[in-house]
């Protein structure tokens, strides 16, 4: 009996041992391809789902990316990221919030950070194909190691003929689940660093609120 436990330990160790490796390559590429894509535009559409009161609320937006930069247009608001300074402008408001977003705070924001996020800190399952509107996909568990983390896990779908992320659920401690649902995705786009930056100047009747 106890070497049957002791076969049956080693084994689920192996295949685990497995799965993270497998997953951890396929999430290099996708990274990777990312990161290696200069320019990149896409359109999105973000459902957040509330599991407990069963409720969702859903938008489309723009994205344009290229780097650790990114300006990012929904309906309510727009966000623009240059590599150190965050501005997001609320249309209701007519306020923009300037800040200097830490690491952490850009975890739930930045494309450049949601496609590195693997790295470091999450223990990593690969669950297998499946094929969603036509497309090959690769499904990834993210389990965060650490205890209390602000997400209890995190589901990536990378379209694996072209080694790009398609789907992320983040899924938060509360219950709440935001599906980050990739529709159109074009790379090595020129885009000028000016647009990842606010100005002012086309927005003549905003409050500026500066929270550096």
């Known amino acids: 009996m106890k070497i049957k436990l002791l076969a049956t330990a080693i084994f689920t160790v192996f295949s685990l041992s497995v799965s993270a490796q ?15 894509a200069g320019g990149v535009t896409a359109t999105f559409t973000l459902d957040s789902k509330d ?3 069963k409720s969702t609320y859903s938008y489309d937006g723009k ?8 300006k990012i247009e929904i309906p309510d608001a727009i966000t623009w990221f240059d590599g150190t300074t965050q ?13 200097t977003p830490t690491g952490e705070e850009l975890q739930a924001i930045s494309p450049s950070v949601l496609f590195n996020i693997y790295k470091k800190g999450f223990n990593l399952n690969y669950k297998g194909e499946k ?5 090959l996909l690769q499904e990834i568990d993210l389990i965060p190691q650490k205890k209390g983390s602000e997400f209890t896990k995190i589901t990536v779908l990378v379209n694996k003929a072209s080694s790009t992320f398609w789907r992320i659920t983040l899924t938060d401690k509360v219950g709440i689940e ?35």
């Open 22 to 36: 497998n997953a951890r390559a396929i999430l290099d590429k996708a990274s990777e391809t990312y990161n290696n």
């Open 131 to 135: 094929r969603i509107s036509g497309k």
């Open 51 to 53: 599991t407990k009161a």
């Open 87 to 99: 501005w997001v402008y609320i249309k209701d408001t007519e306020e923009v919030n300037v800040s």
């Open 178 to 212: 935001n599906i980050l649902t990739i529709k159109n995705y074009q790379t090595g786009t020129s885009i000028q660093d000016s647009i990842f930056q606010f100005n002012a100047k086309d927005y003549p009747r905003v409050e500026i609120i500066d929270l550096r």
């Open 63 to 70: 994205a344009y990316m290229k780097g650790n930069k990114f």
